[in-house]
């Protein structure tokens, strides 16, 4: 079997994660737990979806670099955003800087979500991570096709 294929193939399978688990928080729970202003609603679900979530971030940026690699064999060239391969890599590279701080925001933030406010900044944390989550799926087809 052919090596990019079984990588796109991870690369998709993970990608389904990262970007489906971030949108049913935040569409399907998320608006359960504001509306009965209960943030252990969605901490619950949170908690549980992270033990897969986390195992696949890591698994899109080890295929992500990689696929990009093969796409693109000169890594200094990928900030150049010359061509759709350049700025959907460029993109993607950005958007994972901003995953990445995201969550050490999170972390550091320590009890951030606890007491009152709490929830909604947890809101506003989740729906950050789910638009990057939904750039990623946008700059990964742009990649390929150059867009519409
Ligand atoms: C959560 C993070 C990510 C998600 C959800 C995601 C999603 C996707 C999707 C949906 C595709 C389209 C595959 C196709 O061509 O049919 C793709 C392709 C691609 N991704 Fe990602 N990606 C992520 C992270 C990364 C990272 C960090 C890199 C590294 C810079 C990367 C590099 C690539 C490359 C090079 C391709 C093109 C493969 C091809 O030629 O088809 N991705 N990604």
């Known amino acids: ?4 294929w079984i990588t796109l193939f991870l690369h998709l399978l993970g990608a389904t994660i990262w970007a489906g688990g971030h949108l049913v928080l ?3 729970i998320l608006p359960r737990a504001l509306r009965a202003g ?3 609603l969605l901490k619950g679900y949170a908690m549980g979806y992270m033990r897969i979530a986390m195992p696949a971030l890591a698994l899109q940026i080890v295929t992500g670099f990689w ?3 093969q796409v693109v064999p000169d890594w200094r060239t990928w900030l150049s955003f ?3 391969q350049t700025i959907g ?3 993607k590279i950005v958007l994972l800087g901003a995953t990445l701080g995201l969550i050490a925001s999170r972390m550091l ?3 951030s979500h606890h007491g009152p406010g709490g929830l909604k900044n947890m809101a506003w944390h989740l729906r950050a991570m789910t638009l990057v989550a939904v750039l990623f799926l946008a700059a990964g087809a742009f990649l390929r096709t150059g867009g519409f």
């Open 67 to 69: 696929l990009a690699l």
């Open 82 to 84: 010359s061509d759709p």
């Open 109 to 111: 933030g320590g009890h």
């Open 89 to 91: 890599i460029g993109i």
């Open 26 to 28: 935040a569409l399907a």
């Open 1 to 4: 079997m052919d090596l990019f």
């Open 38 to 40: 209960d943030p252990a």
